[in-house]
């Protein structure tokens, strides 16, 4: 089944940190970049970085928002990415979810995740 | 980055047709053919409903419809479904290889 699951989420106090994880299954992984996008309750989407395929030297690019607190990474040999948060804020409170073209020379977000819930509260 | 500008909320009678607008820059959809849709429904994950400006994903119905002039896209739904009702969001590529969505515009059927 062509799919991709997140988890990790949970409760975690302002300045803290969090990894969650989203592994894929039914496509080829390693030939496409994987990105992170959250929506707070009842808000927007919110574009929070990507990584990009072997063949795109694994480049890493992230949002204005997160720059310097979250790293993006992968592990093509078990199909997963990641997402470290740290010096998490209040305001990172979101549904986040892991998402992919599916093969490099796609523009869009093709396939989706579920989502994982991250609570920043004290 | 800011985000794309999209109206808060559009709704339309069963059958009747509506249009979505999406405004940007010339750092994101004034420069590239790389702008999508997608359909939210509550609870749900984002659905591409239309890639690269104006195509269709196969599954997706052509009553979806997209274009762009020069810094603005479009979604047209034409033929309103009660099925369409959900959250719809733009999304572009950009000039400094990030990604923007818009606010996002909350579709209601009357």
């Known amino acids: 089944e062509v799919q991709l699951v997140e988890s990790g989420g949970g409760l975690v106090q302002p300045g803290g940190s969090l990894k969650v994880s989203c592994i894929a299954s039914?496509?080829?992984?390693?030939?496409?970049?994987v990105h992170w996008v959250r929506q707070a309750s009842g808000k927007g989407l919110e574009w929070v970085g990507r990584?990009?395929?072997?063949?795109?030297?694994?480049?890493?690019a992230s949002a204005a928002s997160v720059r310097g607190r979250f790293t993006i990474s992968r592990d093509d040999s078990k199909n997963t990415a990641f997402l470290q948060m740290n010096s998490l804020k209040t305001e990172d409170t979101a549904v986040y979810y892991c998402t992919s073209p599916m093969r490099d020379g796609k523009w869009y977000f093709d396939l989706w995740g579920r989502g994982t819930l991250v609570t920043v509260s004290s | 980055q800011s985000a794309l500008t999209q109206p808060a909320s559009v709704s339309g009678s069963p059958g009747q047709s509506i249009t979505i607008s999406c405004t940007g820059t010339r750092s994101d959809i004034g420069t590239y053919n790389y702008v999508s849709w997608y359909q939210q429904h509550p609870g749900k994950a984002p659905k591409v409903m239309i890639y690269?400006?104006?195509s269709r994903p196969s599954g997706v119905s052509n009553r979806f419809s997209g274009s762009k002039s020069g810094n603005t896209a479009s979604l047209t739904i034409s033929g309103l479904q009660p099925e369409d009702e959900a959250d719809y969001y733009c999304?572009?590529?950009?000039?400094?290889?990030?990604?923007?969505f818009g606010g996002g515009t909350k579709v209601t059927v009357l």
């Open positions: 990584t990009s395929s072997k063949a795109n030297n694994y480049a890493t």
């Open positions: 999304s572009s590529h950009t000039t400094t290889s990030t990604w923007v």
């Open positions: 039914g496509f080829t992984f390693s030939g496409s970049s």
């Open positions: 690269d400006v104006s």
